[in-house]
C-alpha cells in the first residue's frame, strides 16, 4: 500500500479536544478502509500567514498514513465536508518517515537555546554599553563683546 502525508488546519475556536476528535474521526476512515494511521502529531494552535475564512489561527495536525488510495479520498471527502477544517493537504510518498517530524524537532530546540551558557563571546551589538562620558562643564566666562567707552 502507498504512504500518504497528510496535514490539516482547524478553526481557532475549537478546543484541542475536539481537535483530537476530528483527527479520531479521520483515523477511523483510515483504518475502516484497510489502512493504518502510523503517526499523529499535534502541532498546535499557530498563526497563519493570511486570513482563511476569518481566522487568524488554525490548529495544525499531521498524519502518517499507510492506505490504499480509496480510503485516502474518502477521508478527504470527509475533511471538505467538516465545516472544522480550514485546509488540508495530502501527499503520496515513498517510505514512511521514522522519528519526529521537523515542526516537532524544532520545539526541542527552544529548550536547548534555554539553558545556553552565558559565558559565550557577544556580538558588539549584544555588548553592555559604557557609561557616557560626563558633559563638559559650562564656560561660565562672559563672552559678550566690549565696547570702547563700555570698560568697567
Given amino acids: 500500500m502507498p504512504y500518504y502525508e497528510n496535514i490539516f488546519i482547524a478553526r481557532q475556536d475549537i ?9 479520531d474521526a479521520f483515523s477511523e476512515v483510515i483504518t475502516g478502509a484497510g489502512g493504518q494511521v502510523h ?17 487568524r489561527k488554525g ?15 474518502e477521508m478527504e471527502r ?9 485546509r488540508h493537504m495530502t ?5 514512511n518517515p521514522e522519528g519526529p517530524s521537523v ?6 530546540g527552544d529548550r536547548e537555546r534555554a539553558g545556553r551558557n552565558d559565558d559565550r563571546p557577544r556580538r558588539e551589538s549584544e555588548a ?14 562672559d563672552k559678550t563683546p566690549v565696547k570702547e567707552g563700555d570698560e568697567e
Fill in 91 to 95: 501527499i503520496r510518498t515513498e517510505e
Fill in 78 to 86: 470527509q475533511m471538505r465536508l467538516n465545516e472544522d477544517v480550514l
Fill in 128 to 141: 553592555p554599553k559604557a557609561a557616557a562620558a560626563p558633559a563638559p562643564a559650562a564656560d561660565t566666562t
Fill in 103 to 108: 515542526m516537532m524537532q524544532g520545539r526541542g
Fill in 59 to 73: 490548529h495544525y495536525v499531521l498524519l502518517n498514513i499507510e492506505a490504499p488510495s480509496d480510503a485516502m479520498q
Fill in 15 to 23: 478546543s484541542s479536544a475536539q481537535v483530537d476528535t476530528l483527527a
Fill in 39 to 55: 503517526r499523529r502529531e499535534y502541532w498546535g494552535l499557530k498563526s497563519l500567514q493570511y486570513r482563511i475564512k476569518k481566522n
